[in-house]
């Protein structure tokens, strides 16, 4: 297992277009989040999910996102209708079970620049 | 609700010179606290965390931190620094145990 992937790792759009990330987590791991790192901050919380159930959700995710885990294994993260304002680091990280004890591994990220 | 301070944005330290990197964080409820480092165009990657127990935590690649309930801080420390260490760290608290809330990070350049 080589960790956490994450595809791809660069995406450039134009505003208005759709995108879709996605993220394969540790097969063993059952929980799985998205964090989104603007330039010069550190990641925020977007969301999370327990096998295929989405449990908690940011209020930094507009009605514009979407992420799904089918299967509770890989999970994909759409932004539509996207805007300037999207451009950033979007990080995956999975763990197993919820507790932090356990470890939480991140992926490199996919790096959106909306132009 | 929790916030988290990185109380230097910029550290620029001499090789095999210590460097002491400061977060302060506020809740009102017992916390988790983590450090992790980034460096460019890589995920992060925890270096120590705090969960209980001894304050003095030891993390990889020489790093430690202390945990300071008093006066609500986890500064990580390290001894002697190398080029390689050259990275973002960002503090981290988790007062759920779950999700992490990050700082804004501190970017170290070590130079030669």
């Known amino acids: 297992d080589t960790g956490v992937s994450q595809d791809p790792r660069h995406k450039i759009t134009k505003r208005g277009q759709n995108v879709t990330f996605r993220c394969d987590p540790i097969s063993e791991h059952n929980r799985l989040y998205w964090y989104r790192q603007t330039l010069g901050q550190g990641p925020e919380f977007l969301t999370y999910f327990q096998n295929e159930a989405q449990l908690e959700k940011s209020r930094l995710l507009s009605d514009r996102f979407s992420a799904e885990r089918p299967k509770g294994s890989f999970s994909t993260l759409e932004i539509q209708r996207t805007e300037q304002g999207d451009s950033a680091m979007y990080l995956c990280?999975?763990?197993?079970?919820?507790?932090?004890?356990?470890?939480?591994?991140f992926g490199s990220g996919t790096r959106l620049t909306v132009v | 609700a929790q916030s988290v301070t990185q109380l230097d944005s910029q550290v620029p330290v001499f090789e095999e010179a210590p460097v002491e990197l400061r977060c302060n964080y506020s809740?009102?409820?017992?916390?988790?606290l983590f450090w992790y480092v980034q460096y460019p165009n890589q995920g992060l990657q925890l270096l120590l965390k705090y969960l209980s127990g001894s304050t003095l935590v030891k993390g990889i690649n020489g790093f430690e931190a202390e945990f300071n309930k008093s006066q609500t801080s986890f500064h990580l420390r390290k001894p002697s620094v190398h080029i390689s260490d050259t990275a973002e760290y960002f503090c981290a608290v988790s007062p759920e145990g779950y999700k992490l809330s990050f700082g804004a990070g501190t970017t170290v350049t070590v130079r030669a």
């Open positions: 990280a999975s763990s197993f079970k919820g507790d932090l004890n356990y470890g939480y591994t």
């Open positions: 809740s009102s409820v017992s916390v988790y």
